[in-house]
């Protein structure tokens, strides 16, 4: 049997073969979104994996927006949270990241590096206001 699209798409990624796996995701986005219906789960998978493909060439507000679009679409998929926390790390946005880290944990209590991302952002979060008070 054939493997999925999203199968084919998701070894790309795992091979780094970065441009055919965004190629891939995108057909599926598209093919769900215009002709057939799909699981939200999978497009949401799409959108999550396409993000990270985004993040990866530091198209960081591209990523987020694939990231919140796989959120919108699987709101219990936690690997989005995770990942548009990280990109908010990145840009500063500490309040942001701290959401997005602690509904990580909502969801998924065991998730270690969602845990060490949410400490890393409080910490600095509480460093930059500290440097920006003078203290």
């Known amino acids: 049997m054939e493997p999925s699209l999203l199968q084919r798409a998701n070894e790309e990624l795992g091979r780094r073969h970065l441009d055919v796996a965004e190629e891939l ?14 699981r939200s789960e999978d497009l949401a998978t799409a959108y999550n994996n396409r993000g990270q493909i985004k993040y990866f060439r530091v198209d960081f507000y591209e990523a987020m927006d694939d990231y919140t679009e796989a959120i919108r679409l699987s ?9 548009r926390g990280l990109v908010q790390y990145r840009l500063g946005f500490f309040d942001e990241a701290i959401k997005d880290f602690q509904k990580v944990l909502t969801l998924n209590p065991q ?3 969602a845990k060490i991302s949410l400490r890393q952002s409080i910490l ?6 500290e440097r ?3 203290i």
Do not use: A
């Open 75 to 83: 709101p219990n998929f936690e690997v989005p949270y995770y990942n």
């Open 132 to 134: 920006l008070s003078g």
């Open 124 to 129: 600095d979060k509480e460093e930059r206001r």
């Open 111 to 113: 998730f270690e590096d």
């Open 25 to 38: 995701y995108g057909e599926i986005i598209d093919s769900c979104t215009h002709k057939s219906k799909c």
